[in-house]
């Protein structure tokens, strides 16, 4: 089984400063780790994702996440926040469960990130 | 390339009527996933198609909901006799058919059901 856990429902930060999202997850095999943003009324795009190479990943649009092993987690990280950044965030893991040649994605609840000006 | 289509992206039925949500994956993706999303909540899987084949489908309710993904045309998600728990947004993605977790999924932009 595996199952994802955003620790905020909401975030609010001003513009220029750092962001932190954070997310653990649990699986019983060796999981794939994704981030997604969601815009308003819009689908789900990706940020990064983490497939046990690096550690540390580096996505789109300034952000990073680092996977922690021995915290069971792969919180999203920004140095300075924009406006455009205002969304919904959301935390997945996929990994290979039961044997199957494919990912099943288990979404956490998601984060709202609000950006003040 | 375009990305994956979902139509219509806003779909508004009476209570009891059917619902049928399309899909098209992207160029080459021979996978295609369902996702439903209730109003604040995250999404959930609902079933896992390759071509005319359905692989996994463990999140779909046991009544009303089915899926396909003929040889030909785009994935159909059908809900018969809707109801007002149904309203949510579906998403759809796709991914190649290399397969694996690490797999990237390239989602739709969603239909939003509402259910009058």
């Known amino acids: 089984a595996q199952s994802v856990t955003q620790l905020d429902s909401h975030v609010s930060v001003s513009e220029g400063t750092p962001v932190l999202l954070r997310c653990n997850y649990s699986?019983?095999?060796?999981?794939?780790l994704f981030w997604y943003v969601q815009h308003p009324n819009k689908g789900l795009q990706l940020l990064l994702k983490y497939t046990s190479a690096a550690t540390l990943v580096k996505g789109i649009n300034g952000f990073e996440a680092e996977f922690k092993k021995s915290e069971t987690s792969f919180h999203l990280t920004k140095p300075s926040a924009h406006m455009s950044d205002a969304a919904e965030y959301f935390c997945?893991?996929?990994?290979?469960?039961?044997?199957?040649?494919?990912?099943?994605?288990?979404f956490g609840q998601g984060t709202i990130l609000t950006v003040h000006p | 390339n375009a990305g994956v289509m979902q139509n219509p992206r806003h779909l508004v039925r009476r209570r009891g009527q059917e619902a049928r949500l399309r899909c098209s994956p992207m160029k080459g993706h021979s996978h295609v996933y369902w996702y439903r999303q209730l109003p604040e909540e995250g999404l959930k899987f609902m079933v896992y198609l390759q071509k005319e084949n359905i692989i996994d489908e463990s999140g779909m309710p046991k009544e009303r909901f089915s899926a396909e993904f003929p040889k030909e045309g785009p994935s159909i998600l059908r809900i018969q006799q809707v109801v007002r728990g149904d309203s949510a947004a579906y998403f759809c993605?796709?991914?190649?058919?290399?397969?694996?977790?690490?797999?990237?999924?390239?989602f739709g932009p969603g239909t939003r059901l509402t259910v009058l």
């Open positions: 993605a796709s991914s190649p058919p290399s397969g694996g977790s690490w797999n990237e999924q390239f």
């Open positions: 997945v893991v996929s990994s290979n469960a039961g044997g199957t040649s494919y990912g099943k994605l288990t």
């Open positions: 699986s019983s095999y060796s999981p794939s």
